[in-house]
């Protein structure tokens, strides 16, 4: 059963960089997407961005500027960073794995979009 | 972007209550990139639904979606107490959004 854990910095000041790292235990890092989502105190889920085993990279319009997620693939670990940090990034992030397809009895069945599992979430306080 | 609008913001019911939850899209998204997912407080949001109409492996049968272009539906049959939670659409198309979110909360 694959599990992320998420760890990294919970309390920055404006303008500092925020830098969050994913491993994956128990499962193939290769065949899919390893997102960052972000949830601000109290409100919804926002998708940051994306990377596969491979490096390459999807991320949100909104956040691109200031975004980079990038991977390890020797030690199956994904990480962000999120640059220029104001009041407006306090959110939990978690990481995710982004499903695209599945198995039944008929094979590979492909073209689908999922997130499952999740981190554990961490809490990302920017105050001065 | 694809905008998700879930309703209502905010559902009372009693457990044993029948619950339906809406997500409509701004525009046509394909049902097998339509997920819902649950989540209570304190912990990260759990995949119920993929592909509009398939539960994840583990969720009880009271859960099902259905819909398709641009309006989707959650069912939760006869609610159990620990069904009280908030409840997320989500698209994939040239990006990832999700709804605002539906709580449901115990009337």
């Known amino acids: 059963q694959v599990q992320l854990q998420q760890w990294g910095a919970g309390l920055l000041k404006p303008s500092e960089t925020l830098s969050l790292t994913c491993a994956v235990y128990?499962?193939?890092?290769?065949?899919?997407?390893w997102s960052w989502i972000r949830q601000p105190p109290g409100k919804g889920l926002e998708w940051i961005g994306e990377i596969n085993h491979s490096g390459s990279t999807n991320y949100n319009p909104s956040l691109k500027s200031r975004v980079t997620i990038s991977v390890d693939t020797s030690k199956n670990q994904f990480s962000l960073k999120l640059s220029s940090v104001t009041a407006a990034d306090t959110a939990v992030y978690y990481c995710?794995?982004?499903?695209?397809?599945?198995?039944?009895?008929?094979?590979?069945?492909?073209?689908?979009?999922?997130?499952?599992?999740w981190g554990q979430g961490t809490l990302v306080t920017v105050s001065s | 972007e694809i905008v998700l609008t879930q309703s209502p913001g905010t559902l009372s019911l009693s457990p044993g209550e029948r619950a339906t939850l809406s997500c409509r899209a701004s525009?046509?998204?394909?049902?097998?990139?339509l997920a819902w997912y649950q989540q209570k407080p304190g912990q990260a949001p759990r995949l119920l639904i993929y592909?509009?109409?398939s539960r994840a492996t583990g969720i009880p049968d009271r859960f099902s979606g259905s819909g398709s272009g641009t309006d989707f539906t959650l069912t939760i049959s006869r609610l159990e107490p620990e069904d009280f939670a908030v409840y997320y659409c989500q698209q994939y198309g040239s990006s990832v959004t999700f709804g605002q979110g539906t709580r449901l909360e115990i009337k």
């Open positions: 995710a794995r982004r499903r695209t397809y599945y198995y039944d009895s008929s094979g590979y069945v492909p073209g689908y979009n999922w997130f499952d599992p």
């Open positions: 128990g499962g193939s890092f290769s065949g899919y997407y």
């Open positions: 592909g509009a109409s």
């Open positions: 525009q046509s998204v394909s049902s097998s990139y």
